[in-house]
């Protein structure tokens, strides 16, 4: 079964950026709807941003023009480009199938995101 595998998170002062990335192991990546999800804390974990495999985008309304999804089918990854970070951003952040669309995976550890001056 494929396992997820997020990095990039990090401290970082309001208005910065950072890059994360989620390795999707598996012969099946290229066909999967994706999605990324974060979890702040003391709230359920809330769908950020999905990415179908025509390259179709869709954006929580809280991020978007701030946050770009994307994808490299061939090193079977899955990246969140996240710019202009607010404090409300922070939570650690999940990449999976979009549940929208697909049963998802088992659920990888995540990666923290924390905006604070």
């Known amino acids: 079964q494929a396992q997820l595998v997020e990095s990039g998170g990090g401290l970082v002062q309001p208005g910065g950026s950072l890059r994360l990335s989620c390795e999707v192991s598996?012969?099946?990546?290229?066909?999967?709807?994706m999605a990324w999800y974060r979890q702040a804390p003391g709230k359920q974990r809330e769908l950020v941003a999905t990415?179908?495999?025509?390259?179709?985008?869709n954006y929580n309304d809280s991020v978007k023009g701030r946050f770009t999804i994307s994808r490299d089918n061939a090193k079977k990854t899955l990246y969140l480009q996240m710019n202009s970070l607010k404090p409300e951003d922070t939570g650690i952040y999940y990449c999976?199938?979009?549940?929208?669309?697909?049963?998802?995976?088992?659920w990888g550890q995540g990666t923290q995101v924390t905006v604070s001056s």
């Open positions: 999976n199938r979009d549940q929208t669309r697909h049963a998802t995976l088992p």
């Open positions: 990415l179908d495999s025509y390259e179709t985008t």
């Open positions: 598996g012969s099946l990546f290229a066909a999967y709807f």
